[in-house]
């Protein structure tokens, strides 16, 4: 075996390890979302999930190697302080729980975007172009599974901001004399969005 085909096997090992312990994480994440959209999220990758597992066994078998698994202690610790994000969540108010959740899951997808953007450059360079649609294929869905979380955080994180504002109350002194319907703290988030 190449150098560059073992560097590609141990970076699947590594990512049908990762994508295994999500299939267990990701019903926990869904259980303790409060947000209707968050819930759903989580249970829409979850589906996701389960198929990157079966593709990542298509990606070993595109290459003739057998699918093993090999303990990712990365993710390992990443699940481990989503738990710990879950039990804190549970003394929180419903939106700064969501949020915290949406931090714990957005770091996973970082983690695997990264994973599976290596494993695709390795792939290429083999030459192994079936292997690497496979890989481009979670990839997209990891991609678009981390930009759905910022589009739901963003309104929540808006409220979350009024409501440190102290709500109702300021809204109207802030509006007087500049024409302003929404709070410093609601305009802040706006522009600094996507920053
Ligand atoms: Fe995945």
Do not use: W
Request: proline share 4%.
């Amino acid at each position: 075996m190449t150098q560059i085909k073992e560097l590609l096997i141990d970076q699947l090992q590594d990512l049908l390890h990762a994508e295994t312990q999500l299939v267990d994480a990701l019903p926990k994440m869904a259980q303790a979302a409060h947000h209707p959209k968050l819930k759903e999220a989580f249970e829409k990758h979850l589906v996701q999930t389960q198929g990157h597992v079966e593709r990542i066994k298509a990606v070993f078998s595109a290459v003739g190697e057998k699918a093993e698994p090999k303990p990712c202690k990365a993710m390992m610790g990443l699940v481990a302080e989503g738990e710990e994000t879950i039990q804190e969540a549970a003394e929180k108010d419903p939106m700064s729980a969501d949020l915290s959740l949406i931090a714990a899951a957005q770091r996973v997808e970082h983690y695997e975007i990264s994973a599976y953007g290596t494993a695709r450059t390795l792939a290429r360079q083999l030459g192994e172009a079936e292997c690497a649609r496979l890989l481009s294929h979670t990839l997209g869905e990891e991609e678009s599974a981390d930009f759905l979380l910022t589009a739901i955080s963003d309104p929540i994180l808006q409220q979350l901001a009024l409501d440190d504002m102290g709500g109702d109350t300021n809204l109207e002194t802030v509006g007087a004399g500049s024409g302003a319907r929404t709070s410093p703290s609601l305009r802040r988030s706006n522009k600094s969005q996507k920053s």
